[in-house]
Structures are given as C-alpha cells and as structure tokens.
C-alpha cells in the first residue's frame, strides 16, 4: 500500500494522537477551568464533526490529496513544472495553501451570513480542545471546496498538500488547547505558528477581537494583514470567550450548533478593519 492510499487512515491517526495529546495537557496544566463536563464537550463536538465528515466525503467524494494526484499531469498548472525545483514547490504549497485558509476565515468574519456560520465555532461558551471539531457543516464545506479549487489550479505536489493537511490537523488541535504555554514558548512559536495564545484572543467575546488573529497555521498573515493582536485588551485573565448572549449550556446542543445560522438574531456592530457587509 503506498503512502497515497494510506493518507486518508494517516490523517485519522494523527487526529486521535494529537487529541489525547492535547486533551491530557490541559488538563493537568489548565489556563482555567471548565464550568461544563469535558466528557459532555466531547461527545456534542464529536458528533458535529462526524456529521461535517460525512457530509464533506458525500459532497465531495475525493480528498485534496487524491486530486492533487490526479491533477499532476495538469498542464496548466503552476506547481507541477518539472523545471521548478521540488523544494521550491513543496514549500509554495504549504504556503499558498495557508493563505487561502487565512482569506477564507477572513471572509467568514466579513460577510453577515458566512459570520453567521462561522459563529457556530465562536459561540462554544468555554474553550478546549473539543473546540476544534465545533464547525458547522456548510462552513466546512466551503472551506474544503476552497482547498479543492487551489488545487485544482495549481496543480502542487501530492505529498505537499499532504503534510499541509497534516499541519492542518495539529494546529487546529494546538491552538484550541485550554492548556498553559511558558511565556517564552509562546513567543518563540508565534514567529512561525499560530499558538493558543493567539488564537484564545480570536475567541473573545469582544467583536474587535473575533477579528484579530486569523491565521490557522502560519503567524505572519496576520502581521502582514493588520489583524494581528499580541495581547487580549483585558488581559489573559479578563479574557471571556464566546458570543455574548450564548454563553450557557443551550450552546452545547447539537440541534442549536446546526440551527445557529438560521435562528434570528440582531446584528453586531462593524469592526474597524474588517466590515460585515449590511452591518
């Protein structure tokens, strides 16, 4: 079996590792407690994200990495020219392929209704690691057809999407991490990577703040763009996460995470860099 036929169990693998890894730090090096029961975050999240799972293959039927295989012989795309070194190719990839991530999120923080999709992720009243799964359906779709259609394009190599999808993976677990992280780590990773610091900050139940700290793997979008926030305005420990108004139990129901979008509900304010259309 080659490594393009066991990419799809490479991935689960890592996912489920990478989960234990991450559930069993926090909890013994919390940055604060939970009010709700993990075991109870756990299984609602979990199965949301096996429902996206489903929908995303049924929608689909092919992952990034089986495209790229099968658009390697694309002669209009850009990252398969044999004449363009490997490395050059393989790291184009993961970063043009972060890129589109960043503007896809950015997106969904711009229009009202992709807002309210995405709100689904936000309005998770605590922050854990469970939270990575906490994505709406038609949200994870959109993100997948995005990922689908670059690749398509551009036509990169197969083991680089492959090791993105990976990163992806990590990061996604990593920087949902209720966990502590020494001061020092934080800065030496944000040069490079999204960390839970930053990501804890786009959680916040201030609006300004849900638009700061876009990335999802690589730090420097988010310098390069203007949405970077170094420090919560209230400091870590006056940090509350969420949507104001859904901060409670009811938030945790699988039948409210998949209606959330559709449900009524008066419209927030305008932030300063990135504006919702209508808003």
């Known amino acids: 079996m080659s490594w393009i036929e066991s990419a799809s169990a490479g991935n689960w693998t890592l996912f489920v590792v990478t989960f234990l890894a991450v559930a069993t730090w926090e909890?013994?090096?919390?940055?604060?407690?939970?009010?709700?029961?993990?075991?109870?975050?756990?299984?609602?999240?979990?199965?949301?994200?096996?429902?996206?799972?489903?929908?995303?293959?049924?929608?689909f039927r092919i992952t990034p990495v089986l495209l790229a295989v099968a658009s390697v012989n694309?002669?209009?795309?850009?990252?398969?020219?044999?004449?363009?070194?490997?490395?050059?190719?393989?790291?184009?990839?993961?970063?043009?392929?972060?890129?589109?991530r960043y503007a896809v999120h950015r997106l969904f923080h711009s229009v009202y209704f992709l807002w309210r999709v995405h709100e689904v992720h936000h309005s998770d009243p605590e922050y854990d690691v469970s939270t990575a799964g906490r994505f709406h359906p038609i949200e994870v779709i959109l993100e997948q057809g995005s990922q689908l259609a670059i690749i398509l394009l551009?036509?990169?190599?197969?083991?680089?999407?492959?090791?993105s999808g990976l990163l992806t993976i990590v990061?996604?677990?990593?920087?949902?991490?209720?966990?502590?992280?020494p001061g020092w780590?934080?800065?030496?990773?944000?040069?490079?990577?999204?960390?839970?610091?930053?990501?804890?900050?786009?959680?916040?139940?201030?609006?300004?703040?849900q638009t700061r700290n876009l990335g999802q793997t690589f730090a420097w979008w988010d310098r390069l763009f203007g949405t970077y926030s170094d420090q919560p305005q209230a400091?870590?420990?006056?940090?509350?996460?969420?949507?104001?108004?859904?901060q409670n139990e009811g938030s945790l129901g699988l039948g409210f995470m998949l209606a959330e979008p559709f449900q009524s509900r008066p419209q927030p304010q305008a932030d300063p860099v990135l504006t919702r259309p209508g808003l």
């Open 74 to 100: 694309n002669r209009f795309g850009l990252l398969n020219r044999e004449w363009i070194p490997f490395a050059l190719r393989f790291a184009a990839t993961l970063i043009i392929l972060d890129l589109v």
């Open 185 to 209: 780590a934080e800065q030496i990773l944000r040069m490079v990577f999204i960390t839970p610091g930053m990501h804890r900050i786009h959680h916040s139940e201030d609006i300004k703040e």
């Open 154 to 163: 551009l036509a990169p190599p197969p083991l680089a999407v492959f090791v």
């Open 235 to 246: 400091g870590e420990a006056g940090l509350i996460t969420g949507i104001k108004g859904l």
């Open 27 to 59: 909890s013994f090096r919390p940055v604060r407690p939970l009010t709700s029961p993990a075991g109870q975050r756990w299984g609602r999240h979990g199965i949301l994200y096996l429902i996206c799972g489903i929908l995303m293959t049924a929608t």
């Open 171 to 181: 990061l996604n677990l990593f920087v949902h991490a209720n966990a502590f992280l």
